[in-house]
């Protein structure tokens, strides 16, 4: 029997998200008369018994009841300092397709195609986006058996969903359900992929050429997008032709040198915002950026008064939207990952693993502080069960409530409750 806990390097992970209010509500009060403070909280369940295989820094997507994940590591910590960074042993070279109704999963061998399509598909820390039943992936890096080489791949591919998921479990051909677009702008890896009105949006990331391994002996050559790319898709068919058409960058040298970040989608109905969290390095100290940047698609703000203290490294994340009270806000919650402080005073500039679940509130104007907080982020009472999180993905299962694609607050189980 094991225990498995997120579907990144240790597989799943169940999490009850509870109301706390400090009072029950009273039943004839509408939601909007009654100012509660915005406390609910997470547990973590192991499911026990299941055996999915641990993967983290991967792409996926989601159908009915089903996930599709592709690419990433099996392996957890690459190396710092050594020529076996990133080997090639390590890489998902399958097509994974996991049944949340029963936990059993079913996977395809990336070996029926061509190296040049399997090697972008088997890489890490791609960037992608799922705009219907498609799934978007830009970049990626990994082991490029064409050149020989370590790379960032310079492909944007598109994927039929429900297709390559009856494919993967009928073990039919991969193929057509895969479009690949070569274009030297994709060549990104450690950036994050969002939409806004059918424009979608590289943020940050790095083009990454070469093994790595530790300076002075690096034997790579880094190059920082240090922008926000736009692009649109025109998808035919999977193996037609589909973009990138109307391209475009807007450019940020001190702002956006970030890559392994955060970028969460919060929607308004004054219009959809990106925020843009934590990320590494500044240019002039290896500490992340800790002031939270907003893009509406056209702008940016920097929120330099403020200081992001959790989870400022690539983590699992989820939002609740608050239609209870009508306020407009949303809480993201970062769960785990790397951050520079594990509680509300201990600083560490290494930046470790943490075990710390963090909540920032937002509007549409950008951080905000709803009655009954202690300020625009906060500190959950709970944890992470160990120092998980890091390139590890939130996923909901079927029938949870969402309002503006986060979690409905006002359907959050009041005092005891669960959403998968």
Same mark, same amino acid.
């Given at each position: *029997? ?31 008369? !009654? ?9 973590? +369940?192991? !499911? ?24 990433? &590591? ?13 080997? %090639? ?6 097509? @994974? ?28 820390? *791609? ?9 978007? @992936? ?22 039929? $969903? ?5 494919? =993967? ?18 060549? =990104? ?55 990138? #058409?109307?391209?475009?960058?807007? $450019? ?47 702008? &940016? ?16 994340? #989820?939002? $609740? ?10 809480? $993201? ?20 693993? =943490?075990? %710390?679940?963090?909540? *920032? ?11 009954? %907080?202690?300020?625009?982020? +906060?500190?959950?009472? &709970?944890? *992470? ?33 669960? %959403?998968?």
């Amino acid at each position: *029997m094991c225990q498995r806990y997120a579907i990144s390097l240790v597989s799943v992970i169940l999490l009850s998200i509870n109301s706390l209010w400090a009072q029950q509500p009273n039943t004839t009060q509408s939601p909007a008369d !009654i100012l509660s403070p915005w406390y609910f909280h997470v547990e973590f +369940e192991p !499911i026990i018994g299941e055996t999915v295989p641990g993967y983290h820094s991967f792409a996926y997507a989601t159908h009915g009841s089903k996930w599709l994940i592709i690419g990433g &590591r099996t392996n957890g910590l690459h190396g710092l300092n050594s020529n076996s960074n990133f080997e %090639t042993e390590y890489s998902n070279n399958n097509i @994974i397709v996991v049944d949340t109704t029963d936990w059993q999963w079913s996977a395809a061998s990336l070996n029926q195609l061509s190296l040049a399509h399997a090697d972008p598909l088997r890489s890490t820390n *791609m960037q992608f986006h799922q705009k219907g039943d498609k799934l978007y @992936i830009a970049g990626g890096y990994g082991w490029d058996s064409t050149n020989a080489m370590f790379a960032t791949f310079p492909y944007l591919i598109s994927v039929d $969903v429900p297709g390559l998921i009856t494919a =993967v479990e009928n073990g039919d051909s991969l193929s057509p359900h895969l479009g690949f677009y070569l274009d030297s702008t994709m060549a =990104v890896c450690g950036g994050e992929m969002e939409e806004i009105n059918d424009t979608f949006y590289i943020v940050g990331g790095h083009k990454f050429e070469g093994r790595y391994n530790d300076v002075p002996n690096g034997q790579f050559t880094q190059t920082y997008t240090n922008a926000i790319r736009s692009f649109t898709i025109v998808d035919i068919e999977p193996s037609g032709p589909f973009g990138p #058409f109307n391209q475009s960058e807007l $450019v940020d040298t001190n702002n956006l040198h970030r890559r392994d970040l955060n970028v969460v989608k919060l929607q308004f109905d004054e219009g959809d915002r990106l925020a843009i969290l934590g990320g590494v390095f500044k240019k002039t100290e290896n500490l992340p950026y800790t002031e939270p940047i907003y893009f509406n698609g056209q702008s &940016r703000q920097v929120f330099s008064n403020q200081n992001q203290r959790f989870s400022q490294y690539t983590s699992a994340s #989820f939002t $609740v939207y608050d239609d209870w009270s009508n306020t407009g806000t949303s809480a $993201v919650v970062l769960l785990g990952g790397m951050g520079t402080h594990n509680n509300l005073n201990n600083y560490d500039s290494l930046v470790p693993f =943490v075990n %710390t679940v963090s909540q *920032m509130y937002f509007n549409v104007n950008g951080p905000t502080q709803p009655f009954g %907080t202690s300020g625009w982020e +906060e500190l959950s009472l &709970r944890t *992470m069960p160990g120092l998980l999180g890091t390139n590890a993905v939130f996923l909901t299962g079927n029938g949870v409530n969402t309002t503006h694609s986060a979690l409905s607050r006002a359907n959050l189980p009041f005092g005891q409750g669960r %959403t998968t």
